[in-house]
Structures are given as structure tokens and as C-alpha cells.
């Protein structure tokens, strides 16, 4: 049997795995020693500035009026969607046009479950996990396509869902019906619904960030950046899929179960509505695909757009267009692609920085690889 001789240099022994050859006579010089962080600058700041601003936005309800509690609790849906779509497509690579069918089942999960008996908000846990429990069958049937194929089906199923739940009659039919068991005074149903879409934005928000930070986040981002790539090294990228799918499914049903409670009633026209999958693919494309900042950037951009514009009709629309467009040729990494490329920032940090283990103060450009994520 041949035999594979090592590798030999000009110089005459093998060299060090990844060194240059060295002229005769002189050592092999080392790797010189990296040290690997999250960030190019501490996380502490940031974590205590999120607290903060997590405890401001709580005492909020006390010292502002109703109709600003009701903005951020239609701010704080979007957002939520906009963070389970990127998930989805922007680190699994499962592009979806059907997320309203998780939405549209979340708030009739909590529907069915109040006309049962059961309070509204204590149903809200409940809906977000039977829609997850939907989203295993639901992965069966789509795991096995890709790309355009993945989105239409979405989207099939998310037509299929509305039609069925418009059979049922006990659910109000196509016309839907009011939500019951919520016999609160008007000033404390507003404050309670924004409390509980603050805390589940804040759940969702954390889950995603921790997920990320976990093992399975690096799977993801080998998946993202390159899915064939990530098979090829061993990783385990259908059940990577199959996880994510079914977070963001239980996610979407969470927004569904707050929209319900939001606005009191339901019908299948609004809450399977593709117009709630268009806003999560805007927000996410304008504020930055494949990152968690992103979704931040882009919710504050459309709902700064959605109410200065939606009363010009028609001409809302072509703005929102035109916005899209000028992002996607202009900074196809988002709005806050630009940011950080430009200040080197992140606010939560899931990537890898890299650097000499002797540098310690903030690296030059040049020195520094930073995994993107």
C-alpha cells in the first residue's frame, strides 16, 4: 500500500500546520496567541442600559396616556413577529410568506380558550404553545422544501387555516365575534394588555438572544452563512430547522394571542391576513436581516413611516416601496448593517471578535475579524 510522504518545504523539514516556510537555519516561528471575545467592548453597559430601559417602559402606563400605551403595544407586536421572522429566514434560511397562520391560530387559541372560561391573559402561555404543538405537523409537510417552494406552501397553509376556521360557527364564522372574559374597567384592560405585551416582547426578545449565544446559535450562523457548508461539517441542520421553526411558530401565535386581547375581537379576514408576514419581511429587510438589532431598527422605521404616511392612502404604500428598494440596492445588510460597519458596535453581541491576546485596548480595523452576528 502508497503511502502519503509529509509535505516537505524548500528548506527541508516539515513545517508547523498553517506556518510560511522558514529559511534554513531559523526556527519555525509560532501562531502568535489570540484571545476570542463576544465584543469588541464590555456587554455589562449594555445590559444594565436594556434593564433600565425595560423597568422604564414598565412604569410607563402610570404617567402617560392610554392612546401612547396603545402605540407601543402595536410597536412591541410588530416587533415580535419582525424577531421570529428574522430568525426564521434570516438564520435558519427558511424564507416564509404564511407566518399569519401562526398569528391568525394564536388568537383564536385564546378566543377558544375564553369562551371556555378561561382569562385571556392566563391564556396567552397556553396559545403560544399549542401553536408550536401545530407547528410539528406543519414542519412534516414543508421540511422537505426550499426557497420559493417553502414560501408558497406557507402560504397555502396559511389560506387553508383562515378556511377553516371560518366553518366554525361556535367562532363566529367569517364575520368572527368578540373576545369574552374581560370585564375590566377601560384604563385598567389598557394598562394590562400593555403590561402583558412588554413582557412577552421582553421573553421573546431574551429567548432569541440566548438561543443565539447557545450552541444551536452557532449551528445557526454556519447555516446562514452558508447551509451547504454547515452539512458539510458535521452540523445537524434539519433539526436545527425543525427547532427554529417551531420557536418562531409558538412566537407568532404569542402576537396573535396579544392581538386578540388588543382589540377585543377577531375575524379570519384580519388575523390570517399576508399583510401581517409583509410587515415582518419589511421591518426585518429595512432593519437588517440576520441580525437581532435589526428587527429593532426596522420596526421604529415603519411605524415612524406607517404614522406619519398611512393617511395619504395609496401614496403610503409607494413611500414604504421606495424605501425598501432604496435599502435593499443601497445597504443590503439594513440600516443597521451601516451602523455597525461604520462604530464597530453591537448591542447584542452573539458573534466572535478576534484579536492578539497581548492587544488590550480597542483594536484597529485591520486587526480585528468579527464573526457577524
Keep these: 500500500m502508497s503511502s502519503i510522504e509529509p509535505r516537505q518545504s524548500a528548506a527541508g523539514p516539515q513545517q508547523p500546520a498553517g506556518q510560511p516556510d522558514q529559511p534554513a537555519g531559523q526556527p519555525a516561528q509560532p501562531n502568535p496567541p489570540v484571545r476570542v471575545t463576544r465584543s469588541r467592548r464590555s456587554a455589562l453597559w449594555a445590559g444594565i442600559a436594556a434593564i433600565a430601559a425595560v ?11 392610554s392612546a401612547t400605551t396603545n402605540l407601543l403595544v402595536n410597536f412591541f407586536m410588530l416587533l415580535i413577529m419582525a424577531s421570529m ?3 426564521l429566514a434570516g438564520y435558519a434560511g427558511l424564507v416564509s410568506v404564511g407566518q399569519q397562520a401562526f398569528v391568525g391560530l394564536g388568537a383564536y387559541f385564546v378566543l377558544l380558550l375564553a369562551i371556555h372560561g378561561a382569562n385571556p391573559f392566563v391564556a396567552i402561555p397556553a ?41 366554525f360557527s361556535s367562532l363566529g364564522g367569517g364575520t368572527g365575534m368578540a373576545l369574552p372574559g374581560l370585564n375590566l374597567s377601560p384604563a ?5 394588555t400593555y403590561w402583558a405585551t412588554l413582557t412577552v416582547t421582553v421573553i421573546v426578545l431574551a429567548a432569541v438572544y440566548l438561543l443565539l449565544r447557545s450552541r444551536l446559535g452557532l449551528v445557526l450562523t454556519a447555516i446562514r452563512d452558508d447551509e451547504t457548508g ?28 396579544l392581538y386578540v386581547i388588543s382589540q377585543l375581537a377577531v375575524d379570519p379576514g384580519s388575523a390570517f391576513s399576508v399583510l ?73 453581541p452573539v458573534g466572535y471578535w478576534l484579536w492578539p491576546a497581548t492587544e488590550r485596548e480597542r483594536p484597529a480595523r485591520g486587526l480585528a475579524l468579527l464573526r457577524r452576528g
Design 55 to 65: 423597568i422604564i417602559l414598565a412604569y410607563l402606563p402610570y404617567i402617560v396616556y
Design 85 to 87: 421572522w428574522n430568525l
Design 127 to 167: 396559545a403560544t404553545a399549542l401553536c408550536g404543538i401545530v407547528g410539528l405537523p406543519v414542519w412534516w409537510l414543508v421540511s422537505r422544501l426550499r426557497s420559493g417552494y417553502f414560501a408558497i406552501t406557507m402560504w397555502v397553509i396559511a389560506s387553508v387555516c383562515e378556511l377553516i376556521i371560518s366553518q
Design 188 to 192: 385598567l384592560l389598557t394598562a394590562d
Design 230 to 257: 454547515a452539512r458539510s461539517i458535521g452540523a445537524r441542520v434539519g433539526r436545527t430547522q425543525r427547532t427554529v421553526f417551531l420557536v418562531a411558530a409558538a412566537g407568532c401565535g404569542a402576537a396573535g394571542a
Design 276 to 348: 401581517w408576514t409583509a410587515k415582518m419581511i419589511f421591518i426585518t429587510i429595512i432593519g437588517g436581516i440576520g441580525t437581532i438589532e435589526g428587527p429593532f431598527i426596522g420596526t421604529i422605521v415603519f411605524f415612524v413611516l406607517q404614522q406619519t404616511l398611512s393617511q395619504y392612502g395609496t401614496w403610503y404604500f409607494i413611500i414604504l416601496g421606495l424605501v425598501a428598494m432604496a435599502v435593499a440596492i443601497w445597504a443590503p445588510r439594513g440600516l443597521w448593517g451601516l451602523i455597525s460597519d461604520r462604530l464597530g458596535i453591537r448591542i447584542f
